[in-house]
């Protein structure tokens, strides 16, 4: 026992214990951290792989939507080529200023079949009638009946009413 006393006695020896203390518990704060960074490392690569996962589940949706506005991008354009092409078939067609012309010549022809007896001047005056009454039809009642009964039925009306006119007027007007 006196050697042992001898030798912790010496200034090395309690050097070289508190160096090995010191060592000891480095080594074992060391080991803490390593373990403490292994489960951090673990949680850290999982979180990695659930974030992967999430985008690509993410870019998965994101391409199907891409997909979808793609095809109704086509559809709307297919869609604009044919109202296009509609619209250039509707531009050729007569128009409503035409539509009324028309009418109103109808009309005047069918005045004329009733009075024929001078071409020119009857015919004048039959367009003017027809013209009348046509402005007279696009208003009211008479403008409904025009819609619901198209090529001059709604017109008729006023023709009667300047044959029921007195015989004087008439040829007033057919002189002038």
């Not at 000891?24 to 403490?36: E, F, N, Q, Y």
């Not at 509609?86 to 009418?103: C, F, T």
């Not at 020119?120 to 619901?148: H, I, T, Y």
Request: charged share 30%; glycine share 8%; no cysteine.
């Amino acid at each position: 026992m006196d050697t042992f006393i001898q030798i912790i006695s010496q200034p090395f020896t309690w050097g070289l214990l508190v160096g090995v203390f010191l060592l000891a518990m480095t080594w074992r704060l060391m080991r803490k951290d390593i373990v403490m960074l292994r489960t951090e490392l673990k949680r850290v690569q999982g979180e990695n792989k659930e974030l992967q996962g999430h985008l690509n589940t993410q870019l998965k949706i994101n391409a199907m939507g891409n997909e979808q506005l793609q095809s109704q991008l086509d559809e709307l354009r297919e869609q604009n080529e044919t109202l296009r092409g509609n619209l250039n078939v509707a531009r050729q067609k007569p128009g409503r200023a035409e539509l009324r012309q028309l009418q109103v010549m109808e009309s005047a022809a069918g005045v004329m079949r009733e009075q024929a007896p001078g071409f020119a001047p009857a015919w004048e005056k039959a367009l003017r009638d027809a013209e009348a009454g046509q402005e007279a039809a696009e208003g009211g009642l008479k403008k409904l009946m025009r819609k619901v009964m198209p090529g001059g039925k709604a017109t008729r009306a006023i023709d009667t009413e300047v044959e029921s006119a007195p015989a004087e007027d008439r040829d007033e007007d057919d002189g002038a």
